[in-house]
């Protein structure tokens, strides 16, 4: 017998069906503003993360050599894939390029609740626009898509941010700040002591006094205030998150937004407005999946400035979310009709069952050639809702039983008339 | 600029589009026949993989030690993972099983026209029944997802052979043949020169004129004949296979079966029926997929003795069958909405737009603050059927254009009464 690997995940159906839900959910949101579906490989070259992220990112990713000699990655994020995608076929694509894809990414790390070594994201990039509208349609999206899942604003907050303003501010502070190693810092704030918080922000090269008035400045996020102190870039940042906002307040998702000016994403590719997802009852103290824009990375790949924005909600992360506001749907398997054969009637039963299925009903019939309570066990089992009993005696009449589930009546239809012209009948459309 | 590793592929929404569409036809109808989606890990320990082929498969697999020092590889295939899933649950899980599932594998290979190092399949598998009936279901669900493509009967075959006919008659030749090699000798039958085959049958241990004769007597295919000639086990295999056959025909898949006792199956875990789907017109002289009957897999996983049977149609393959067969959907991406903003419009086209999304429509509309023209220009690259054009203009006399982007002709209509109840009004209904 062997065991899976630490951090990975088979999933049963019943397990499966709820999370099918999900990522169903999140791409009819996304196909509906447009987004359109591609496909990626699993493997990169490992320098593709190295260039991005420095030589220690390779200790969190599956990296071997190949076969072939090359150094390779299964990946561990889609951005790089689709900077790469967008930069080989620069000059075809009509702009904005809107895209989504579902899949799993990989990542060798300490596996804990909610976290795995092999975890699925849905992505959902706009690529050449660096309007307000696009930030704001990434919002809108999101919130389409939890609120399909049947949440609502009492479950879920996008805290809204923008890089430019922290960095603006920090070099307000000290123009020769490392701004990213502070920014890197705020991220942290909520999951560090104070102290060691406003250490972190001296190490980035503000004296304590600095970082201290800093984190009062954004804590207290009052924007006009923010502006006036930090200067023309930090005003510019402002008014482009105003922007974002007015826009989604268009988009009917800015009820969900409320800005939080130290969120502040940890990868260092973003540029400009930031937004992580949290659970509003903090039950779940993690980010629940976070966006933002990162206008530099086309060029860092080699391609014409292509300013981008984009989210990626994660599964696992999701379902802890929607278990927790109880929009989780544990609800078990569906059959629309198992068709049970009596003796030697399998000939009509696959007729019934062919028809039932053409017309897009999910139908079960006998593969294991077994007794009518055996097969009745099953039906249950799989929470048929109607069984049609074909049988000898009942065929000799020209008919075949029809049962419901539920209330477990049942009555006698003509076989020829069974299904007849209706899709799905139940019993009640026969009685 | 990086490039992608030979063998892997970026698919472009434009090339997503068609084999989602294929990927949805063999799900559809896989669930329609009540098989379960499950899904399952990309990594899985490398001895699973010896231990079932020997140590040589090693050089086929992307096989490596992940950091943890377990030696893991990419899985080349779904059967020995849902083989260790079966016998991981085997006491909970109610018979028969039938699960389904569409993922990438991997296998170090030789790139060629239509075989990649990355490579798409959907699996189905029923464990749990040896009746014939199980082994037709696994027809007929092929059968309607190819017929679900657009396929038909002049377009593909599948040719049905049974390893135990194979393996039976090759031991009334000589007890002592080693049907395992001789069976896969069969296999490479219609890819080698006649003296080659034979040469590996009697590698195998036949004599020159056994082989001869074995060889007339299966491409003759004259069932009666060999079960009289092979004795019991020959005989109640051929019997099986006619078994198979019959439930094939009430199932509406027996059309397209053809009996060829050459068509081997090169995996050596096979026990009972086996088939390909083979592509009528011969263009495609390769095998596009193939199933059938393993019995013993679980077992020599250390299951429970499970019988099995199950077939992946992989989507490369696929897509060079309907390709050929003038079926493969080249439609470009369609759009339902493009909802143009002129002048300060934006809370009014959002409002619409949101509206037209709820209804399950495909909307775009600008996030690059573009010109009129700009905004038709994108609209025609994605094929908006319709352009609701929300300018300042119309607004002030309360209401927008709406232009059918096939004929060009355009209409106004009230602003408040659009989408109004209708989900999705086209020109026609307004005029």
Aim: include cysteine.
């Amino acid at each position: 017998m062997y065991d899976r690997l630490k951090g990975f995940r088979d999933f049963y159906p019943e397990e499966m069906a709820p999370r099918r839900e999900v990522i169903d959910t999140l791409e009819d949101a996304a196909a509906r503003y447009g987004f359109r579906e591609i496909s990626t490989p699993a493997l990169e070259r490992t320098e593709m993360y190295v260039d991005k992220s420095g030589e220690e990112i390779v200790e969190e990713l599956y990296a071997f050599e190949d076969r072939g000699g090359r150094e390779v990655s299964l990946t561990p994020e889609l951005t790089p894939t689709v900077a790469r995608m967008v930069v080989a076929k620069q000059q075809e694509l009509s702009k904005p390029i809107k895209w989504y894809s579902t899949r799993p990414f990989w990542r060798f790390e300490q596996v804990q609740q909610g976290r795995f070594r092999e975890f699925y994201q849905t992505n959902v990039d706009i690529f050449g626009s660096s309007e307000p509208e696009a930030d704001a349609e990434i919002l809108a999206f999101a919130a389409d898509a939890l609120t399909g899942l049947g949440l609502t604003g009492e479950d879920f907050e996008f805290r809204v941010s923008h890089r430019d303003i922290l960095g603006g501010l920090l070099r307000a502070f000290d123009a020769d700040v490392d701004a990213r190693e502070a920014i890197r810092a705020v991220d942290k704030r909520a999951k560090v002591e104070k102290t060691e918080y406003l250490g972190l922000l001296s190490d980035a090269g503000l004296s304590y006094e600095q970082a201290e008035a800093f984190d009062d400045l954004v804590t207290a996020g009052d924007l006009d205030e923010i502006a006036e102190f930090g200067g023309d870039d930090v005003a510019s940042a402002v008014e482009n998150l105003r922007e974002v906002l007015a826009a989604a307040e268009d988009f009917g998702a800015r009820e969900f937004c409320e800005v939080s000016l130290t969120t502040a994403r940890g990868l260092d590719y973003y540029t400009g407005v930031v937004f992580e997802c949290f659970d509003s009852t903090g039950e779940i103290s993690r980010s629940v999946f976070g966006g933002g824009r990162y206008d530099d990375l086309i060029e860092s790949f080699g391609g014409q400035p292509t300013p981008a924005v984009g989210v990626a909600p994660g599964l696992a992360p999701l379902s802890l979310l929607c278990q927790r506001a109880g929009v989780w749907a544990e609800e078990a398997l569906t059959t629309d009709y198992y068709v049970l054969t009596v003796g030697d009637t399998r000939d009509v039963a696959a007729r019934i069952a062919r028809d039932l299925r053409a017309a897009g009903n999910v139908v079960e019939a006998d593969v294991s050639d077994r007794s009518f309570g055996a097969q009745m066990g099953y039906a249950d089992s799989v929470n048929a809702e109607t069984v049609v009993i074909v049988g000898e005696q009942d065929l000799a009449n020209g008919e075949v039983t029809v049962k419901d589930m539920g209330s477990g009546e049942q009555t006698t239809v003509p076989v020829e008339e069974f299904p007849g012209e209706r899709a799905s009948p139940t019993l009640e459309d026969l009685d």
